[in-house]
Every structure is written in structure tokens, then in C-alpha cells.
């Protein structure tokens, strides 16, 4: 089993900032894949951006070049850097690990809300 735990949401003006943590309950970066989804209200949950066992990033097209993944090994925490923040970046964010060649160690956090809006 894997905990994690999001934090790091809030709410914020558009063109700022936030930094999203998640901590995992034991050094998993080795074997899990990392991510960030949101999931803003009646929509669907969608992949933001994710991170390797071997360090290769991806991210959405809607969030390129303004946020960035990153992890923390001796933390066992993963990073979402966010900025030039944008309302239609308003949503609930979940961090997920997924084990590499698991179909069932698939883990969520409990989300975190970010809300852009003057």
C-alpha cells in the first residue's frame, strides 16, 4: 500500500503562482510512475502532467510551459510547479503512482483545490 497526501492549493489571482506537494509513505520513485490530474466540475479527470522512474516528463498541451514536475527522492515527494496560473486551470488536483508493469498498484491522493479568479 501507498498513502499519499496532497498540499499546496488555495486560491489565487490569475498570472500567479502555487507549488503543489504531494508526500508518499515510503521511497517509491524507483518502481512507481508519477502524476498530477485534475478534475474541475462536471468534467472528467485529466492528466496534467507526469514523471518516470526515469526522470522523463510529460505534460498536457493546455500546461506546457507554464507548470513543472519534479521529485524529491530523500523527501519522497513529487512537485507541481504552476505558473501564469488561469481560471480554466481551476479544479481539484490528484496526485497518482502507478506501479511500472502493475495493472493494480495504482494509487490516489485525496486532491487538492486550486481556484484562479480575481
Known amino acids: 500500500q501507498v498513502q499519499l497526501v496532497e498540499s499546496g492549493g488555495g486560491l489565487v489571482q490569475p498570472g500567479g503562482s502555487l507549488r503543489l506537494s504531494c508526500a508518499a509513505s515510503?521511497?517509491?520513485?524507483?518502481?512507481?510512475?508519477m502524476a498530477w490530474y485534475r478534475q474541475a466540475p462536471g468534467k472528467q479527470r485529466d492528466l496534467v502532467a507526469s514523471?518516470?522512474?526515469?526522470?522523463?516528463?510529460n505534460y498536457a498541451d493546455s500546461v506546457k510551459g507554464r507548470f513543472t514536475i519534479s521529485r524529491d527522492a530523500a523527501k519522497s515527494t513529487v512537485y507541481l510547479q504552476m505558473n501564469a496560473l488561469k481560471p480554466e486551470d481551476t479544479a481539484v488536483y490528484y496526485c497518482?503512482?502507478?506501479?511500472?508493469?502493475?495493472?493494480?498498484?495504482?494509487?490516489w491522493g485525496q486532491g487538492t483545490q486550486v481556484t484562479v479568479s480575481s
Open positions: 497518482n503512482a502507478r506501479k511500472v508493469f502493475s495493472a493494480t498498484d495504482d494509487y
Open positions: 515510503r521511497d517509491i520513485f524507483s518502481s512507481y510512475n
Open positions: 514523471i518516470t522512474v526515469i526522470g522523463r516528463s
